[in-house]
């Protein structure tokens, strides 16, 4: 898979798009401390959705160093796609990744043709843990993945290998992804977002509470709401084929 240079810092991106196809192209931002293995493989090999899925800077293949806002991973979004020459892309978000598809319907909304939205919402808060992990990266990792997983035994292997993951990941980076989300706040600006948008939140989710979800749902003004039962945070892992659904039935009738 490529590394690609932009007018940002260089990105590594997973390409699963079918040019034979014509589809346009969804572009899957993973959350704060995450990579693109965030998603499911059923999500982005899903046909319908034509899938770029990168890593953000300075997360998982990609060089550089992280952002501490929305808006500056968000330009970083914008400089892949001018890179990969997409003028438009459905854009699908998880947790962080969430706020900064938002945050691309708002300040460049030609260039977003859609909305998914999974287990985010219009304001992210961090818990002070998290905002000083570089200070205890171990009690922040297990903060996260309690978030993540829940106490379900089911998901202990996922459990094993986000800790791995948590605990190689620059503490710098995490610190800066949760004072990211912790500013973010795009309450009051939901209204000028027209695209569709397809809202998935998790009846389990102590991250982002389905109420956020419900919340997005109802101030969105195109938007339509998909409710995960007995899922935790990373629902897109967790159950991964009903997710993968929801997505390809609202994309399918996106573009037809």
Known sequence: MPLIETTNDPIWYADHRDRTTHLPVTLFIHGAGGSHLDWSAELRRLPEANAIVPDLPGHGKSPGTGRQSISAYASDMIALLDALKID??????????????????LNYPDRVRGLILIGTGAKLAAHPILLNASADKEKAVEMILNGYWGTSPEYDQL??????????????????????????????????????????????????????????????????????????HMMALQQPQFVADAVRTWLLRQQG
């Open 88 to 105: 438009r892309a459905f854009i699908a978000g998880h947790s962080m990744g969430g706020a900064i598809a938002l945050m691309l319907a």
């Open 159 to 232: 459990r094993r290998l986000s800790r791995k993951h948590l605990l190689e990941f620059d503490a710098n980076v995490m610190q800066g992804d949760y004072i990211a989300c912790n500013t973010f706040d795009v309450r009051d600006q939901l209204g000028r977002i027209t695209q569709p948008a397809l809202v998935i939140g998790a009846t389990d989710d102590a991250m982002t509470p389905l109420k956020f979800s419900t919340y997005l749902h109802d101030n969105l003004p195109n938007a339509e709401l998909v409710t995960v039962q007995g899922a935790n």
